[in-house]
């Protein structure tokens, strides 16, 4: 899956490009730049990839949610509703929003469920924040219209689903606002990058003063820009942006290649009877960069990862024990450890996590994903395809 599997000249070029201006940082310098502004081609190439009006690339995914949670008016005394399937980023960023996270439980497409996200509504609830997991969509037209008949505002995390689409929509593009994440691991990589996508022209507005101390940018001497509201530094660096360029000219290719090797997997593994496959409700607009499956207990899921992994297979994960991306392993959060005393704000009305059974065990604890590679060539699909499957079966 990571794009730095196909870095190439194309990178070194962007970067020498900036290096040779000497302006590493993306606002102001104007005279030295001699027109290279890398974090404006990128955005240009997200709204090209995505479809979205607007696009603001920030230092990361985390800094992306945070800043599109402020955009959104998301503060002390509002609950956002978040899947207990996804990176711990997604409720670091609604605590540094000063809200509350509201857990609810995910169904057979791993992300967030209507009917869960229903009942998890109260008189605070502002957001609902759907996480496209895996690199495919949510029921994102029944969470849409839940959003749209409560009066909320629905924000896609789409921080493992860039280039991913829903009914010919960029997933990120379909909310009020969406957010991606060019880590170093993503399919497209900056290195460490990230972007708020919106339609809307005042949610972006906002997000691009926010994320820069509050500067309007109207002006090429920075320090006589006014200052709207209070913001902090979310900012990006020419550098990361510059390996974004590159990363983003070859994203179509990267997608083809995601999906030509799922489907090698999916071949092999599909021929096993007491596999089921993750419920994927736009296989055209599957990024394709894992491919999840379900085995009929705990016990043989977790026994499948381990024999998987011995045998060589790269990139194997069963959430369930997963310390980063399951509430389950979460204890920093549930045993509620901070560094700082946290507003109680933020804790009121928020449960006991620690005390929680989530329905969603049932399908985490036996599910395993294989993250699609796009370095394999000569037949190396193929060959690691077979040996998951004989490693799998070897536990059946």
């Not at 899956?1 to 302006?23: H, L, Y």
Request: proline share 3%.
């Amino acid at each position: 899956m990571p794009g730095w599997e196909m870095f190439d000249e194309s990178e070194k070029r962007q970067i020498d490009e900036v290096m040779e201006t000497g302006v590493i940082m993306r606002y102001g310098f104007d005279a030295n730049r001699k027109g290279r502004w890398k974090a404006r081609e990128m955005e240009d190439a997200i709204r090209g990839l995505t479809g979205a009006k607007h696009a603001l690339l920030v230092a990361d995914g985390t800094a992306a949610l945070t800043t599109a949670l402020a955009a959104l008016g998301v503060g002390a005394g509002d609950e956002v509703i978040m899947p207990p399937f996804t990176f711990v980023a997604s409720f670091e960023s609604i605590m540094m929003a000063g809200a509350t996270p509201v857990l609810a439980e995910v169904d057979d497409t791993l992300c967030l469920s209507p009917e869960s996200v229903r009942d998890a509504i109260t008189p605070a609830t502002k957001v609902v924040m759907p996480v496209h997991m895996c690199g495919a969509a949510a029921k994102i037209d029944e969470l849409q219209g839940i959003c749209r008949e409560k009066n909320l505002l629905l924000l896609e995390d789409a921080c493992q689903a860039f280039g991913a689409t829903y009914k010919g929509k960029g997933l990120g593009t379909i909310g009020d606002a969406g957010c991606y994440s060019f880590d170093f691991n993503k399919m497209v990589t900056c290195g460490e990058g990230g972007a708020v996508v919106t339609n809307s022209r005042e949610v972006y507005d906002k997000a691009e003063r926010y994320h820069d101390h509050g500067h309007d940018h109207k002006n090429s001497d920075r320090g006589l820009e006014d200052h709207p509201f209070l913001g902090y530094n979310y900012r990006i660096t020419e550098l990361h942006a510059a390996i974004g360029v590159a990363q983003a000219a070859k994203a179509e290719r990267f997608i083809a290649i995601h999906k030509e090797n799922k489907k090698i997997f999916k071949d092999a593994i599909g021929t096993i009877p007491e596999v089921t496959f993750r419920t994927i409700l736009d296989h055209d607009g599957d990024s394709a960069t894992f491919l999840t499956f379900f085995l009929p207990t705990e016990e043989l899921a977790r026994s499948a990862a381990k024999a998987m992994k011995e045998a060589g297979t790269e990139g194997v994960f069963h959430w369930f024990d997963n310390n980063w991306h399951y509430v389950r392993n979460w204890d920093h959060f549930k045993n509620r450890k901070f560094i700082s005393p946290v507003s109680s704000d933020i804790l009121k009305g928020m449960k006991d996590y620690s005390k929680v059974k989530f329905k969603s065990d049932e399908l985490l604890s036996r599910c395993v994903s294989i993250s699609m590679k796009m370095g394999w060539k000569d037949g190396g699909a193929q060959r690691a395809a077979q040996n998951a499957a004989r490693a799998i079966k070897s536990v059946l």
